[in-house]
């Protein structure tokens, strides 16, 4: 494999901004939103990254007041105005092009999280308030993750439950742009990054690809002792418990991948997508306690590079919806709940959209009234049965005593081993020797390697997002033709492309 990390720690120009400047103003998007766009435009993301709220209400509400107050949480946050593009090889953002659909509706509100939300044509976000009896309202708040994360939820609910209040909401200041420490993170990542292809719970293939999914719950009770007794953070126990359990089903190194926050003091107060995902490699050893600060380090080491995605960083990942099979979100709230004058309101605040965006998520959110946590799962790889089975295992893990070896630790059974097909990918038709070369061409160009054959998959090469945008960008220019992004999936080598081009050409030909 060739090795294609970027010259230099600021990387792309633009790249690692924040920026959430004013309207009309286009910009180059971050590094994260660009792999996100590139999974919706592959058709790999379904409605996964549509992020829903709900709100219930009891009492007089004042629904003209409640609209009113959304208008003014979105003219205070450009994020939710924000629509994406491709220019010139470049991930754009403009904000202000896309007005969130904001609405009052009568009925049961239902399940309408899977109407689509256009990240290229807008709105990013809905709001639509049911009336479901005279003092009994649902407020449905679903915002694509691409310009929203989970702290997004409870800011948006401070400023509208601030703005239906009648307290003017001040605007906001945009944050500095940072550029992204690539060199940094590449020399992190070189020595640890791996593809994945776990021991999951049933012993079935892995599946990065997002699916509709089911969702078993978790009970956590048992983990505020567990982290005091190990001497880590909740999280850390939660992870380490985790890992115990992949451990156990046949997994000497098992790998999580991690929602990490990338918020800083500047960004606490903004609606936005300050998260990324960092892979976590484990081995588990010694005692309970030994491998639970293990885990400690490893992850607070990879937390200094929580800004740049791995993919960035090191090249070699192809686009999906999740890092890896398993993977973790961990959210603290220590905000009150929001409060509305006259009515009692109550939030959900980890509202299930019906998809799982792996193989096997475990979504927590912790608040002073306890955990709500949930194993979200691809029900073709992991059963509600096998998810039971985890959950049991977890739960039985974060009771243990940390003296204990690994080896005695009630770990779940093991399963025989599977050959995972992660990839899916096809072999690609004879391509026109000329047009080969020309795809080739181009690929050197934007990878900037010399040494590039009509076979290699782009993404050994390195690439990753940017480059695919880059690449179809050049051929748009040198050959009047469109590729789709999920070639890309499909057959990621010049033979791949260059038979899309052919193809296109032929029917453009019939057509004349």
């Given amino acids: 494999m060739t090795d294609n990390v970027r010259k230099g720690s600021s990387g792309d120009p633009g790249e690692g901004e ?61 994020a939710l105005t924000a629509t994406f593009a491709e220019r010139d090889g470049r991930f754009a953002v403009t904000y202000g092009s896309a007005k969130p659909l904001i609405s009052l509706a009568v009925g049961d509100p239902g399940r309408d999280d899977h109407r689509p939300l256009d990240v290229e044509e807008g709105p990013p976000a809905r709001f639509t308030l049911y009336r479901t009896a005279p003092d009994r309202h649902v407020l449905r708040v679903v915002a694509h993750h691409i310009v929203f994360d989970g ?45 994945e292809s776990p021991l999951l719970p049933g012993g079935r293939p892995a599946s990065l690809r997002a699916t509709l999914g089911e969702t078993v719950p978790l009970f956590l009770d048992g983990l505020p002792a567990a982290a005091e007794r190990l001497g880590v953070t909740r999280f850390e126990a939660l992870l380490t418990a985790l890992s115990l359990a992949l451990y156990g089903y046949g997994n000497p190194s098992p790998a999580l991948a991690v929602d990490v926050s990338t918020r800083t003091p500047e960004t606490k107060d903004h609606i936005g997508y300050f998260v990324n995902e960092i892979p976590l490699f484990t081995a588990p050893a010694g005692t309970y306690g030994e491998t639970a600060r293990a885990v400690r380090d490893e992850l607070r080491a990879a937390y200094r590079h929580r800004e740049v995605p791995v993919a960035r960083a090191l090249g070699g990942v192809s686009p999906r919806t999740a890092l890896l099979p398993v993977s ?42 306890g955990f709500d946590a949930k194993l979200q799962i691809n029900p073709q790889v992991v059963t509600r049965a096998d998810a039971e089975d985890l959950a049991n295992a977890l739960r039985a893990l974060l009771a243990a005593d940390p003296a204990t070896p690994v080896g005695d ?41 010399d040494d590039v054959r009509p076979d290699d998959d782009l993404f050994d090469l390195g690439g990753h997002s940017l480059s695919i945008t880059q690449i179809i960008a050049r051929v748009r220019e040198r050959f009047d033709v469109e590729l789709s992004f999920e070639v890309f999936i499909d057959a990621p080598t010049v033979l791949g492309i260059a038979a899309e081009i052919a193809g296109a050409r032929a029917k453009e030909a019939a057509a004349c």
């Fill in 409 to 449: 630790l009630p770990l779940p059974a093991r399963v025989f081993p599977v050959t995972p097909d992660l990839t899916g990918e096809t072999q690609p038709e004879e391509s026109d020797p000329e047009v080969v070369e020309q795809v080739l061409a181009i690929w050197r160009e934007v990878l900037e390697i």
């Fill in 151 to 195: 702290l997004s939820k409870d800011v948006l609910l401070a400023d509208l439950a601030a703005a239906y209040g009648g307290s003017a909401l001040a605007p906001l200041t945009p944050p500095p742009n940072a550029p992204l420490a690539l060199d940094e993170a590449a020399e992190f990542w070189r020595g640890r990054w791996r593809e």
């Fill in 328 to 369: 973790v979100s961990h959210r603290r709230r220590d905000t009150p709940d929001p409060v509305f004058a006259g009515t009692t309101a109550t939030v959900d605040w980890a509202v299930f959209n019906g998809w799982v965006r792996g193989s096997l998520h475990v979504q927590v959110v912790e608040s002073g009234a």
């Fill in 18 to 78: 924040r920026s959430l400047s004013g309207p009309g103003e286009a910009e180059l998007a971050s590094a994260v939103q660009h792999a996100m766009w590139i999974t919706e435009r592959t058709g790999l993301g379904g409605a996964v990254h549509q992020m829903p709220l709900t709100v219930r209400f009891e009492g007089p509400l004042d629904a003209d007041a409640l609209m009113a107050a959304c208008a003014a949480v979105v003219a205070r946050h450009p």
